[in-house]
C-alpha cells in the first residue's frame, strides 16, 4: 500500500485532469461513492455532513446526493461564503440546490445552534470540511465548527482526511476532528504515520477513486504500508527435499553476567521462527546457564574475540549485541565480524550503542548491516532529541540509512524499515507488547529470515510485520504479551501467514 503527501496527492490530481483530461468532477463522484460504500445504510437514517468550499466540501455534496437518493434523511451544512466554492464543488452544490435539499450556511455563532442540533439528531456525520491541501492553522470559526463536531457527534466518518490535521505530517492545525473512520483516497496519507493522528483517525481505509497506476507510480516516493500480501510473498516456502543446511546457519553473539535472557530470547526467537541452524556464541562465564536453557540451539563459550573466527566465517547471518554490554569488547566483535564475516550483520540493543560515537567502523563495511534502534538508540545515533525523532520518523530513518549504507528498523508504533530509497512502514502490533526483550525477539526473527533466503529488506519488513501480527493475535485474550509469548507462537503466525 503506498503512503503519500500532500504534494503527491495534488501532482496526480492535476495530471489526471490537465494531461488525461479526466474532469475533477469525475473524480469528485468516484470519491463520494467510496465513502457511501463505507456507510451502513440500511442501519444508518440520518445523516449530517459539514462541508467546506474546497474540494473536499464537492466530496461531501455528492455523498449527500446518494445518500437523499436512498431516501435517507439528509442535513448539509456549508462552513464559509458560497461564493468562495470551488468549481467542481459547485456543481454538486447546485444539484443539490436543484433537488430541494436546504443547505444551511455556517458563518457565525448564531448558526452554530442549529449546527449542534443537527448533529445530536444525526446516527452519522461526515465531515468533509478541509481536505489534504490544508498547511496553515485553522480560523477561529473553523475552530469552533470542529470543536462542535466533535463534542456533539455519534458517530463521524472524515472524507480523506480529518479536517484540520496536515495530510504530511499529521500536524494539528489547531483543532482537528476526532474520526471514527477516515476514508482515504490513492494513497495512506504521511501524516498518519505520526504518533498523535491516530487519536484523530479512527479506523483508516484506503480507496481508489480511478487514477491510473501510472499516474501514482509517476509520483511516488517508494514509501509503503506493509500489507499481509506483500509478506506472504516474503516467506520462504519449504519444499518437501529441503533439509536443516536449505534454511541457513545463524551465530547469535550476545549475553553477559547479568544478562542472559537477551541472549536467550533473541537465539530462540531465531529457532522458532524457522533457521536450519542457531549457534549462541557468549561468555564462557555464563555459557552453562545458557546451554541448560536449549534444546534446539547450540551453544560455546569465548574468552577472546579470536575464538569466534570459525563460527563467524559459516555464519550466513549474524545476530549481535543484546545483552553484551555497552563496552570497548563490544565494538571489538563488531569489527571483528566486519572483518572476517561473510554473511548478514544485524545489530541491536548494546552493539547499537558502542556504535553511536563510531558510526566509521559500519560506513565502508562490504556486509549487509540492518541496524534495529528504538527511539532512545536512534537519538544517540543521530544526536537528534527523541520528541524531534518521534515526529519526523520516516525522515530521520530514511537520511541515516542512505548516509550510513545500512537498513535501518525505527521500532515503535508504526515500525520504519527502509534502506534509504524504500520505506516501508509497520501496521501491526500494540501496547500489550510493551515490555522488555521484545526488541532481542524481533532481532532473531529478522535473523531467521534472512538465513532462509530472503533479502535483507524484504525479511526486515516480514520480521516486523510477524512480530506484530502475533502481538495483535495474543492480545486479543491477553492484558499483557512478552516475548517468551511471542517466541511460542512464532510457528504457527508464520504458518497462517503463509497461506
Do not use: W
Not at 114 to 134: A, E, W
Not at 290 to 300: C, G, I, N, Q, S
Amino acid at each position: 500500500m503506498k503512503i503519500g503527501t500532500a504534494e503527491i496527492l495534488r501532482n496526480m490530481d492535476n495530471y489526471c485532469i490537465e494531461e488525461l483530461k479526466i474532469p475533477g468532477i469525475v473524480l469528485m463522484e468516484n470519491a463520494a461513492l467510496q465513502v457511501v460504500k463505507h456507510l451502513q445504510t440500511d442501519i444508518d437514517n440520518k445523516y449530517c455532513l459539514v462541508c467546506g468550499c474546497g474540494n473536499n466540501g464537492g466530496d461531501g455534496f455528492a455523498i449527500a446526493r446518494h445518500l437523499k437518493a436512498l431516501d435517507k434523511g439528509v442535513e448539509v451544512f456549508l462552513i464559509g461564503n458560497s461564493s468562495k466554492l470551488s468549481s467542481d464543488s459547485r456543481v454538486n452544490y447546485e444539484i443539490l440546490k436543484n433537488m430541494g435539499i436546504k443547505i444551511q450556511k455556517i458563518s457565525n455563532v448564531e448558526d452554530f445552534t442549529i449546527l449542534r442540533d443537527s448533529l445530536q439528531h444525526s446516527d452519522i456525520i461526515i465531515d468533509s470540511v478541509l481536505g489534504t491541501g490544508l498547511t496553515r492553522n485553522i480560523d477561529e470559526l473553523y475552530d469552533s465548527v470542529i470543536s462542535i463536531i466533535n463534542e456533539n457527534s455519534k458517530y463521524i466518518v472524515s472524507v480523506d482526511i480529518p479536517s484540520g490535521m496536515d495530510s504530511s505530517t499529521g500536524e494539528i492545525k489547531g483543532n482537528a476532528i476526532k474520526a471514527h473512520k477516515t476514508v482515504t483516497f490513492e494513497l495512506y496519507k504521511r501524516g498518519f504515520i505520526n504518533y498523535k493522528s491516530h487519536k484523530h483517525t479512527g479506523e483508516i481505509v484506503v480507496e481508489s477513486i480511478g487514477v491510473p497506476k501510472n499516474v501514482i507510480n509517476l509520483y511516488h516516493k517508494k514509501e509503503f504500508l506493509t500489507t499481509q500480501e506483500d509478506v506472504r510473498k516474503i516467506i520462504p516456502k519449504r519444499d518437501k527435499f529441503s533439509h536443516k543446511g536449505s534454511f541457513g546457519r545463524v551465530l547469535v553473539i550476545a549475553g553477559s553476567e547479568g544478562y542472559t535472557g537477551a541472549a536467550y530470547i533473541t537465539t530462540e526467537s531465531a529457532v522458532r521462527s524457522g533457521a536450519g541452524l542457531v549457534t549462541l556464541a557468549c561468555n564462557k562465564k555464563i555459557q552453562h546457564i545458557l546451554a541448560a536453557k536449549f534444546v534446539e540451539a547450540m551453544t560455546f563459550g569465548y574468552d577472546h574475540v579470536n575464538e569466534l573466527l570459525d563460527a563467524v566465517k559459516k555464519a550466513d547471518v549474524i545476530a549481535l549485541g543484546p545483552g553484551l554490554g555497552s563496552n570497548g569488547e563490544t565494538l571489538d566483535i563488531i569489527k571483528f565480524v566486519l572483518d572476517n564475516g561473510k554473511g548478514t550483520l544485524v545489530i541491536d540493543a548494546d552493539g547499537i550503542n558502542v556504535l553511536s560515537e563510531n558510526l566509521d567502523v559500519i560506513k565502508d563495511s562490504n556486509l549487509p548491516i540492518i541496524l534495529t534502534p528504538h527511539p532512545g538508540e536512534m537519538a544517540r545515533l543521530t544526536d537528534l532529541g527523541i520528541e524531534y525523532i518521534n515526529e519526523n520518523r520516516m525522515d530521520v530513518a530514511k537520511n541515516f540509512a542512505k548516509e550510513n549504507s545500512v537498513i535501518i528498523v525505527l521500532k515503535g508504533y508504526n515500525t520504519i524499515i527502509t534502506d534509504g530509497e524504500k520505506v516501508y512502514v509497520n501496521p501491526t502490533g500494540n501496547s500489550t507488547m510493551a515490555s522488555g526483550g521484545m526488541g532481542d525477539c524481533l532481532t532473531g526473527i529478522i535473523a531467521s529470515l534472512v538465513a532462509q533466503g530472503c533479502e535483507a529488506l524484504e525479511a526486515s519488513c516480514a520480521s516486523v510485520y510477524i512480530h506484530g501480527f502475533a502481538g495483535d493475535k495474543l492480545s486479543k485474550n491477553m492484558h499483557n504479551v512478552n516475548a517468551e509469548h511471542i517466541i511460542e507462537e512464532l510457528p504457527f503466525t508464520i504458518k497462517e501467514l503463509e497461506i
